[in-house]
């Protein structure tokens, strides 16, 4: 039996953000469903079972306070990583986050695709969908951030500001939070697990190494350029510990089983939510 | 080469500085001024205070009723001297033509709302008002996070009988004292700018909306179509890209997979045109 090979994908910082993220947003959109529903039995439910109003509240404001400090965290994160001698190529190379002009390549080879035209596009480190993501994550999270603690108070804010903008401040808060729990509870969770070698838990983002040979496959053009740079040597990893596999199995499971009955519910009560 | 990027960061550095610094006096001018909270006021805009000053222009809620004498809310009458008068007696500031004679009683032009938002009675002279509850006329109002969420009724916050209309002068809910009189009874500290939340939201997606809080309409629109448009683009997508990976294990290419229901001659000649891949190997 030959052993297989492991890249390094997500380095362990990489990893500690996303499990913060996890369960920081989990929080959130538990609490927030149940201030959302708190009319209907479904969000009188979820309220019971997180201690009533206030405590449901208080934790939404905890959660919210530790996301704006991780968010905050990241930011510095972000800026230690740019490189200021080469910034061109830090901030529009391959291995940045910020989109460029070859994922709207990628983008329309894959919908030509679909419909049969041309072949894949070579992908390499970020997909688009991965860039979308998270940078639909970035917006958000000053938009629900900034909105959140006028809401948290509006005695304080009302000093300055006139009473309407709380008015719009809910409602932005409401819509971008229904915007973020649907993005990522469907097409943040299909992209990630939905896929017939990664069905029904990715590990990549828990363990943080991929397999070579699936790898090349997802992301060829990846491979091909630390093949090229001769990097690849460096980035070869073991297999994940068998305990700790067993770890993030439990916390995967726990997190995709929570975030399924969250989405399934509120497009149940959807017709319930009002965003005034 | 290096001291010229330096030089050349430390102008723009400069630069986006000062353009900070003016940036930040522009919005301070037009904020409005801090709220106080047990004060009357009439307008916490600056530049509106300014635009009354120089027209001497008014609103009728800001202008005392014609009578040298107090008037009792609670008790629903004048004092004059020392004698309580009822309020029927006594001439009101603004007169309602026409009131309910007619089948309708809100009239097209909004007319008699508006002369009634100025009457010590709101509903004086409406015929089985008594039998009747508030949201049977007022069903807009019936929208609010108040009774929504915290379980508060109309009088709570509008008082008991007689219900003062809220633009007459000695209202509680005159937009001059409405933050000390009825906000501050939960929100203790509430002012004049915290009291022009809007309690009575308007259904953000309706076109009258567009009118009258145009940046809730807009706000709520563009969340909506963002929503709309991430989802109609990625359901799709993400979709169509499970199918593709399913026919790429079974070794076809797309258009057999995804569309099936295409006529057989229509389907060859699309595939003379894109001949067919080969699997890939493994």
Redesign the interface.
């Known amino acids: 039996m030959t052993e297989k090979t492991y890249i390094k994908r997500y380095s362990k910082i990489h990893r500690l953000f996303h499990i913060f993220i996890v369960l920081t947003f989990m929080n959130q959109a538990v609490t927030g469903f149940s201030f959302l529903f708190i009319t209907t039995d479904l969000g009188e439910k979820l309220s019971r079972l997180l201690g009533g109003y206030k405590t449901t509240f208080f934790l939404h404001k905890v959660g919210g306070v530790l996301m704006i400090s991780g968010f905050l965290i990241h930011i510095l994160y972000l800026l230690s990583k740019i490189d200021r001698r080469n910034l061109k190529t830090s901030i529009f190379g391959p291995d940045s986050l910020v989109p460029n002009l070859q994922d709207i390549k990628n983008l329309s080879q894959r919908v030509l695709s679909f419909f049969g035209f041309g072949s894949l596009p070579k992908i390499d480190r970020w997909a688009y969908w991965e860039k979308f993501g998270y940078w639909g994550v970035f917006w958000g999270m000053p938009l629900l951030g900034i909105t959140g603690v006028m809401l948290m108070f509006p005695l304080l804010i009302c000093s300055v500001v006139p009473g309407w903008t709380l008015n719009v401040a809910a409602l932005l808060h409401r819509a971008e939070a229904i915007l973020a729990v649907s993005y990522l509870f469907i097409i943040h969770f299909f992209f990630g697990h939905f896929s017939l070698s990664k069905f029904p838990l990715n590990e990549a983002m828990f363990s943080g190494r991929v397999e070579l040979e699936e790898l090349m496959e997802e992301r060829p053009a990846w491979v091909e350029r630390l093949q090229k740079e001769g990097k690849i040597e460096l980035l070869k990893a073991k297999a994940p510990n068998p305990w700790y596999r067993v770890l993030y199995f439990i916390f995967g499971y726990a997190a995709l089983a929570c975030g399924f009955y969250i989405i399934i519910k509120g497009i149940d009560y959807s017709r319930y939510i009002k965003l005034h | 080469m290096k001291k010229a990027f330096i030089k050349k960061s430390r102008t723009v550095y400069f630069v986006f500085g000062i353009g900070l610094l003016i940036g930040l006096a522009v919005l301070v001018m037009y904020?409005?001024d801090?709220?106080r909270s047990q004060e009357e006021v009439v307008s916490?805009y600056i530049t509106r205070l300014r635009e009354r000053v120089r027209t001497g222009y008014q609103e009728g809620y800001e202008v005392k009723p014609r009578m040298s004498v107090g008037y009792d809310l609670m008790k629903g009458g004048y004092y004059e001297g020392n004698e309580v008068r009822p309020i029927k007696r006594t001439r009101d500031e603004f007169k309602a033509p026409g009131v309910l004679r007619d089948l309708f009683p809100v009239s097209s032009t909004g007319a008699e709302v508006r002369i009634r938002s100025h009457l010590p009675d709101a509903h004086a002279g409406i015929k089985f008002y008594q039998q009747s509850t508030c949201t049977e006329c007022h069903s807009r109002q019936a929208?609010s996070?108040h009774t929504?969420?915290a379980g508060i009724n109309c009088r709570q916050c509008h008082g008991a009988e007689p219900i003062p209309a809220i633009k007459h002068y000695y209202s509680p809910m005159n937009p001059i004292r409405r933050h000390a009189y009825v906000c501050a009874t939960c929100?203790e500290?509430?002012?004049d700018?915290?009291?022009?939340?809007?309690i009575h939201?308007?259904?953000?997606?309706a076109l009258t909306t567009k009118e009258s809080?145009p940046?809730?309409f807009y706000?709520?629109w563009f969340?909506?179509l963002?929503?709309l448009g991430?989802?109609a683009f990625?359901?799709p997508?993400?979709l169509?890209?499970?199918l593709?990976?399913?026919a790429m294990?079974k070794g076809k290419?797309?258009?057999d997979i995804?569309f099936p229901l295409i006529p057989h001659r229509f389907k060859a000649t699309?595939r003379k045109r894109?001949p067919k891949?080969k699997a890939?190997e493994k």
């Open positions: 904020l409005p801090p709220g916490p929208r996070f929504d969420r929100h500290g509430a002012n700018l915290f009291a022009q939340y809007i939201e308007p259904a953000p997606g809080f940046v809730f706000a709520n969340m909506v963002l929503l991430t989802m990625f359901i997508h993400s169509m890209m499970f593709q990976e399913l294990k290419t797309g258009i995804l699309l894109f891949k890939p």
